[in-house]
C-alpha cells in the first residue's frame, strides 16, 4: 500500500509503500479514503515536538474510510462499515489514572502511561490502510462524505467539544478567536445553535467569509471585542496564546474563555492587575471531550448545518500539501484522498 512516510526530523513527506498493517484483537483495518491534514502533524515533524519513535513514521489522526476487515473480538464494526478514526485509540488500563475509569477523551492520552495515539505513539492516518482500536471510532452518517468528514475527526471534534465545555447560554454571546481550521467550523457550530457570535481575527480577508459562516460581528482584537460589548465565552481555536491573553480584555462578567488549541512557542498569561478574579471568569482547557461529542458534530453536518471548508490533495501532491499547510496557506483544510 502507499503511506506518507516521513524520513527524518523537518524532511519532506514522502509517498513510499509499506506493508499493509493486520488488525489484531479489537482492532479493525480501514481503508483510508480522505485523512485531514492537521497542524499537529506538521509540529510532529518539524521538530517543535518529539519525533515518533515506530518505523516508518506516518502521522496523522483523520481517517475517513470503509472497514475492510475486523480484528477477533470486535462485534460493534462490520466490513463495509464507514467510519471516521481519531486521535487518541485507547490507553494501558493499569496506570492510575486509567484506574479513574473516565471516558475516552484527548485527556486520556496527555495523562495516561501508555496511551494509544494515531501518529504519535503508533502509525498514524496518512495512509491507504490503517489499523486502530475499533472503540475510538464512530460511524459517519450517509449524508457525509469522507471529505466533509475527515476534518471533523479532530478540527470539528476540537472546536465543538470547546463550545460544548462552555455551556453558553441562549442569551449568551460566543466569540471565535481564529478563523482556521478550527475557527471556522466553530462559526458554524455556534450559529447552528442560535448564538449571537463574533469572529475575532486580524487578517481583512476573512471578514466577508466570517460573516458568511456565522459571525453577525468582526473585531480584530480584544480591545475591539469589548467595544463591540464583549462576549460570554471566547472560543480560542488559532495557536496564538499571545492572542488569546490579549482577548481577555472582551471577556464579560461571569465569561469563560476556552483554550482548544496549542502554541508551542507561546504562553497564554493573566496580568498581575487582571480583574479575572474579580469578574469570576473561568479559563477552561478543551480537547476531544468524548466520543458523544463528535457523533454530534457529525450529525450538524449531515443536516447541512455545518458544510467544512477544505481544499482536496490527491496522495501524490502530500508533500505539496503539507507545504502549503506550513505556510497558512490552505483555506481551511487540507484533505489528502488515498
Known amino acids: 500500500m502507499k503511506a506518507a512516510v516521513v524520513p527524518e526530523v523537518g524532511a519532506t ?14 482492532q479493525v483495518l480501514i481503508r483510508v479514503r480522505a485523512s485531514g491534514l492537521c497542524h499537529n502533524d506538521l509540529w510532529l515533524t ?5 519525533f515518533p519513535a515506530f518505523d516508518p513514521v506516518v502521522v496523522g489522526h483523520e481517517a475517513a474510510g470503509d ?20 486521535w487518541v485509540q485507547g490507553t494501558c488500563g493499569t496506570c492510575d489514572y486509567c484506574k479513574l475509569n473516565l471516558p475516552l477523551t484527548g ?47 479532530c478540527a470539528g471534534y476540537t472546536s465543538w467539544s470547546a463550545l460544548r465545555a462552555a455551556d453558553p ?31 475575532i481575527t486580524r487578517s481583512p480577508d476573512k471578514h466577508d467569509l466570517a460573516r458568511e459562516l456565522g459571525a453577525a460581528t468582526v473585531v480584530a482584537d480584544g480591545a475591539e471585542l469589548a467595544a463591540a460589548g464583549g462576549a460570554d465565552v471566547i ?37 498581575p492587575t487582571s480583574p479575572v478574579w474579580a469578574q469570576r471568569q473561568q479559563i477552561i482547557g478543551a480537547t476531544h471531550n468524548g466520543l458523544e461529542h463528535l457523533t454530534e458534530a457529525l450529525r450538524l453536518v449531515a443536516e447541512g448545518k455545518v458544510d467544512p471548508i477544505v481544499e482536496v490533495f490527491p496522495k501524490e501532491r502530500i508533500a505539496e500539501a503539507v507545504a502549503l499547510a506550513a505556510k497558512g496557506e490552505v483555506r481551511f483544510r487540507a484533505v489528502v484522498t488515498y
Not at 490502510?129 to 476534518?151: G, H, M, N, R
Not at 450559529?191 to 469572529?199: E, H, I, L, S
Request: hydrophobic content about 40%.
Open 235 to 271: 472560543l480560542v481555536t488559532g495557536t496564538s496564546y499571545e492572542a488569546a491573553t490579549d482577548a481577555l480584555q472582551g471577556l464579560r462578567p461571569h465569561g469563560r474563555l476556552v483554550l482548544a488549541t496549542i502554541d508551542p512557542e507561546g504562553s497564554f498569561s493573566i496580568g
Open 107 to 153: 485527556q486520556s492520552g496527555m495523562n495516561c502511561a501508555a496511551p494509544v495515539m494515531s501518529g504519535l505513539t503508533v502509525p498514524g492516518h496518512h495512509a491507504e490502510y490503517i489499523t486502530v482500536l475499533a472503540d475510538s471510532t464512530v460511524l459517519l452518517p450517509d449524508e457525509v462524505s469522507y471529505v466533509q468528514a475527515a476534518p471533523v475527526l
Open 67 to 86: 472497514v475492510a476487515a475486523v480484528g477477533p473480538g470486535v462485534t460493534r464494526l462490520k466490513v463495509g462499515d464507514r467510519v471516521g478514526a481519531t
Open 169 to 199: 447560554k441562549p442569551h449568551e454571546r460566543v466569540a471565535v478567536l481564529g478563523i482556521g481550521g478550527l475557527g471556522h467550523l466553530a462559526l458554524q457550530f455556534s450559529r447552528a445553535c442560535g448564538f449571537d457570535t463574533v469572529a
Open 46 to 50: 518539524d521538530g517543535h515536538f518529539p
Open 13 to 26: 513527506w514522502e509517498l513510499r509503500d509499506v506493508p499493509v498493517p493486520q488488525p489484531g484483537p479489537g
